[in-house]
């Protein structure tokens, strides 16, 4: 346990290498890296994320003794969201501990598709909870990306299956104008696909709102709002982007509540500090949304209890409010761990290659009862990904914001396969004759 919070403690300082007491391992433990951010425009974003991993790592160990008896290593790398930076983590740290890293979440879509290159090479894994490539969910092709939960062209389907709702019916869409403000990245640009669909399936305009790095300035783009009266908006932003967007549209009285963001634009960073300006904003779930459940209280007992939170002052708040990048940051790390009990069950209880854990994602499944007995009930739904399907559900709720919480104000909506995996199928094809990849035949897996 001392070495997982001296691993997070010498990362947030940006020290590359830790001290050698610090950093030796037994043969009976399991390395587990992980892409942060918890400095620049974007550290109010990857702070919670950076710190319910480390904390859900740290009760498994206090709790349980690790996984089946394997302790858990866990080591934090700055990226400050950058690709060049992630790709240099990636590879100082994917070959530690006595099999290597279990596997690899990046935090960042533009990371994620600069390690999709390199993760076959090395057989690690992938995991890119509702980020990343959106056609990685093709198993067959994207052998190594596991974008468990959802992608960006589930969260561009269910929005506009939402903003159809409210309108009386996809009929109403017809005409109207929906406009997309979104972070210039591969982040912000991966929903675009799935919404030229629907735009052309259901008769609405679709225009295009990039936003530079890092988000801050955006008064042009929301004057072109203004002039331009949208029936809707869209918002793809990340960090402090997604506040800049809600004081904006504030600043020029676009309604908050004709304004929808992605779960990534969902959060209390989001809107807390626009003020009263955000009142009415919208966003989607990753189906869970802030809020306690079991695993709050395991986490409280055997790590905040103990003084071993990652969370110190304020932020610990993020932890025992449960709140929404915390709360998707502890089903990141479950789904991750889950994944290596899994294989436990074919290659034994010790640690394991990235290999042997892709085949523990490939034979995830995650049912109700499980769920419960995890902790996690109430924040997410049965989850089951295959070697042919490395995503497994394609659920979203929406939540708003009431200027102290968020309250969800939808039922479960389920993005429409017929429109999506055309797409998954024509981009995942061509991704596969440009790299020359032979997709494996799942029928044949074990």
């Known amino acids: 346990m001392k070495r997982i919070k001296l691993c997070a403690a010498l990362a947030v300082t940006g020290i590359a290498a830790l001290a050698p007491a610090a950093f030796a391992q037994t043969a009976n433990e399991q390395f587990i890296p992980a892409l942060v951010y ?51 983590c990636y590879e100082r740290l994917k070959g530690k501990g006595p099999t290597g890293a279990a596997y690899v979440a990046p935090l960042s879509t533009g990371i994620t598709f600069a390690l999709t290159e390199k993760a076959p090479g090395d057989k690690l894994p992938l995991l890119t909870l509702g980020y990343g490539r959106s056609d990685s969910r093709d198993g067959a092709v994207f052998g190594w990306n596991f974008i468990a939960m959802g992608s960006y062209w589930t969260a561009a389907d269910v929005a506009i299956q939402h903003v159809a709702k409210e309108m009386g019916g996809f009929d109403k869409l017809k005409g109207k104008k929906i406009s997309l403000v979104f972070h210039d990245s591969p982040y912000g640009k991966e929903p675009i696909a799935a919404l030229e669909a629907r735009a052309k399936k259901d008769g609405f305009e679709l225009k295009l709102i990039p936003v530079t790095h890092p988000g801050l300035e955006q008064k042009s783009q929301w004057l072109s709002i203004r002039q331009d009266k949208p029936d809707y908006v869209l918002l793809w932003g990340w960090g402090v982007m997604n506040s800049a967007s809600v004081k904006e549209a504030a600043a020029v009285n676009y309604p908050r509540d004709k304004m929808l963001g992605v779960w990534w634009s969902g959060a209390e960073p989001d809107v807390v500090p626009a003020g009263d300006g955000a009142i009415g ?10 809020g ?36 998707r940051s502890l089903l990141n790390a479950m789904i991750g761990t889950e994944a290596i009990r899994t294989a436990q069950k074919k290659y034994g ?27 996690f009930e109430g924040m997410m739904k049965p989850l089951k990904l295959t070697c042919a399907d490395h995503q497994g559900a394609d659920l979203a709720r929406v939540h708003q914001w009431d200027g102290k919480a968020w309250k969800v104000i939808s039922d479960y909506y389920t993005a429409d396969r017929t429109v ?20 494996r035949d799942c029928s044949k897996e074990e």
């Not at 009760?59 to 690709?83: F, H, P, Q, S, W």
């Not at 010790?350 to 994602?361: D, S, Y």
């Not at 999506?420 to 990849?437: G, N, Q, W």
Request: glycine fraction near 12%.
């Open 38 to 88: 918890r400095t620049g425009a974007y550290a109010p974003n990857g702070i919670p994320w950076a710190n319910g991993t480390s904390d859900y790592y740290t009760m498994l160990n206090e709790r349980d003794g690790g996984i089946n008896g394997v302790k858990i290593v866990y080591e934090e790398c700055e990226t400050g969201y950058a690709t060049d930076k992630g790709v240099e």
């Open 281 to 290: 904003y919208k966003a989607l779930m990753l189906q869970h949304g802030a």
């Open 349 to 375: 209880n010790k640690p394991l290659t990235g290999e042997q854990v892709r085949w523990g994602f490939e034979h995830l499944d995650l049912t109700a009862d499980r769920i419960k007995e995890l902790g």
């Open 420 to 439: 999506l995996d055309p797409i998954v199928k024509a981009t995942a094809e061509k991704y596969a004759a440009d790299k020359k990849i032979t997709p």
């Open 292 to 327: 306690r459940a079991k695993i709050h209280d395991d986490i409280e007992k055997f790590v905040y209890a103990k003084g071993n939170g990652a969370a110190k002052g304020d932020d610990a708040a993020q932890a025992k409010e449960g709140q929404v990048l915390y709360n």
